[in-house]
């Protein structure tokens, strides 16, 4: 029998050569620096691939619009966010103790939420989160509950507690009732603390 190069599967995204994954990661945090620094409303395709060092056509044939790419960004930024959570430094990350990081998991989350809200505007998600997202942030939350001896429903427990840090709610209590974020991760707390029983 011969050796032949395995098939690839197919729902597997194709391999991605390595000077096309770096050009990807050097536009994408460009993009995060550009937004972070002038706003979503000032960043066009073409700012970023000279913040980037790539020519504006590599920006377009990777991303092809605005929405796109800010849609990509996000992506990127959760990826880098949900690893701090897994292996991270305590207590957001291993190593503290299951109630300390479910409320810095908490503050992080709806901190990264209001700091991202022009990106989910931008890419044009209707403010809601991918269902990897969701899947991801679900079942921390789960693995923590259990963790802390929690009974009850626990998949619906871990969706009360996630609900509050979904842009819809957090921009009405932010921008509309002009609500402290103090005030708003504190009541979070509390919240996540009588679900525990703590």
């Known amino acids: 029998m011969t050796d032949r190069p395995l098939l690839p599967l197919a729902d597997a995204a194709p391999r991605e050569r390595s000077d096309a994954a770096r050009n990807r990661d050097a536009v994408l945090a460009a ?20 913040a980037a060092g790539v020519g504006k056509g590599t920006v377009f044939r990777r ?12 992506d990127h930024s959760e990826a880098r966010w ?9 207590p957001l990350g291993p190593g503290a103790l ?17 700091s991202h809200a022009e990106l989910f505007g ?6 809601t989160r991918s269902y990897p997202v969701w899947s991801f942030t679900s079942l921390h939350v789960q693995h923590l509950l259990r963790e802390l ?11 009360a507690l996630l609900a509050p840090m979904e842009m819809p709610i957090l921009s009405q209590q932010v921008r509309i009732e002009k609500l402290p974020l103090p005030r708003i ?10 679900v525990v029983g703590a």
């Open 149 to 159: 001896d929690v009974t009850g429903d626990i998949p619906l427990l871990a969706a």
């Open 185 to 194: 991760v504190a009541a979070w707390q509390d919240l996540a603390r009588r």
């Open 122 to 127: 931008a890419a044009s998600t209707g403010h």
């Open 98 to 114: 299951a109630l300390d990081r479910l409320l810095a998991f908490g503050d992080s989350r709806i901190s990264r939420t209001l």
């Open 63 to 74: 991303f092809e619009n605005r929405s796109g790419l800010f849609a990509a960004v996000l």
């Open 31 to 50: 993009a995060l620096r550009l937004v972070d620094e002038h706003g979503v409303a000032a960043v066009t395709m073409e700012s970023v691939a000279e």
């Open 82 to 90: 949900q690893e701090s959570v897994m292996t991270g430094e305590p």
